[in-house]
DNA sequence: ATCACACGCTTGTCATACAAACAAACTCGC
DNA sequence: GCGAGTTTGTTTGTATGACAAGCGTGTGAT
């Protein structure tokens, strides 16, 4: 049998990836990886000369991002990265705690043998990736495994929800992730998602993911530091 | 004691109404209100003439409404209004089905009595409309109620998503929204939910906030149609 | 020290221009 | 008549330059 973590080989969509796009992911990735920390102020000009592009790209970019919620309109004093207030986390993490469950629910149901097969040798990788504790790693091995979840579940909407509302909590699960505890816990909770899947146990998968986001959002917002000021 | 139903006298922020958000509002409604139907070629120039604006500020705002998911982007041949698949409908009214008994529960948690009883004072109204039979104002009045729920739940962020997520749906809620017998039932059901809230009863609210969306789903899906083509 | 004013920085908006992608019409050879 | 290739027109993508308006800050006068 054919190694069932193998990608299908993508059609390979050709992409004109328009200018804009580009600039948006260039600065997620930068708010992600915390190059940009919340509260920074974006000034056009700094930015247009930073990433040799027009003000019209950037600005349509930068409409894009403040749409998905990543950066907050002052009223006529530009653009700040988002930041996340105590209660905007909290609010987070409890809309994250009914839709992950929602999603392995969905993809109990929808997901065919070889996605699930392919889920579990995943799990193992990652496991693999949270012992040998390389921080770079862990993440992307986790952003591969709610991928492989999301895309099976066959529900995009809610896929790019959650993606969204990940993205605005990622500084503090920056800190989480090397924490490791945590690390342990959170490998055994997969397990258990994982496991339950792989019975196509619904009610237990469900379970298992609202308890794997209660946990996160325990370790995430552990810290109790007193909140900033509002966010939007 | 003044009429529960009396606004607060708002604060008035003088918002300064960017151009581009004009814009957004004012295509928002058209799709809202079916002026602009799915599937429908936004191009640029026309609509610039149209409302009397500059491309740049237009194509800002078109790049807002699409990371909204309002608009669809073919690939290098303009946007259209979203064309919401059965699938994308049925998982929309599946994501609502966690999202708002979850508001409703935070609306126990959190909203003061005094909102609580506005909330009533307006589900009387609500009431009134649905038997009005005037589907503007039910419309309007449902909103309303709505937007009680969710601001008293301090969740703006799942407040957010589900104005995001209505909105896709409204062609659908259009056309359910006149049939007289989901009318009668939806005066049920929602004053089950308040009820609930009433006794600060969280699970019967839950149960009560889920019972109807299930059944809003099962109303606007029921023509069973055949889905046209992708979505995005 | 305080108030008012002026200045600078930044965003909001517009007009214009040109390249690139795409669709449709059109032409030419068979 | 018909298909292949070419032309043309429409539309989006990107860049540039310009100017008004809003906000903060510094300066100067009192």
Redesign the interface.
């Known amino acids: 049998m054919a190694n069932p973590l193998a990608e299908p080989l993508n059609p390979l969509v050709h992409e004109?990836a328009p200018l804009?796009n580009k600039i948006m992911n260039s600065l997620r990735r930068a708010i992600e990886t915390g190059a940009l920390e919340p509260g920074t102020r974006l000034v056009e000009k700094d930015l247009c000369e930073k990433l040799n592009v027009s003000r019209?790209s950037l600005?349509?970019?930068l409409?894009?991002?403040?749409?998905?919620?990543i950066l907050t309109d002052l009223?006529?004093r530009g653009l700040t990265v988002t930041t996340v207030t105590r209660?905007?986390a909290e609010?987070?993490y409890?809309?994250r705690s009914?839709?992950e469950?929602?999603i392995v629910e969905?993809f109990v149901e929808n997901a065919p043998d070889d996605e699930v097969q392919a889920l579990k040798a995943h799990s193992e990788v990652l496991k693999k990736a949270y012992l040998g504790g390389n921080a770079e790693e862990i993440v992307a091995s986790k952003r591969d495994f709610y991928d492989r979840i999301c895309t099976g579940a066959?529900?995009?909407?809610?896929f790019?929800?959650l993606k969204k509302?990940t993205l605005l909590t990622s500084p503090l699960r920056r800190r989480s992730v090397v924490r490791k505890d945590r690390q342990s816990q959170s490998i055994i909770e997969i397990e258990a998602i994982v496991s339950a899947i792989l019975k196509r146990d619904k009610a237990a998968a469900k379970a298992a993911a609202e308890k794997h986001v209660s946990n996160s959002a325990i370790s995430a917002l552990r810290p109790s530091e007193g909140d900033a000021k509002a966010s939007?």
Chains 1, 2 share one sequence.
């Open positions: 004109p804009r019209t600005r349509e970019a409409r894009q991002l403040q749409a998905e919620g009223n006529n209660s905007d609010n987070i409890r809309i009914v839709l469950p929602l969905q066959r529900n995009p909407i809610a790019d929800l509302l939007r």
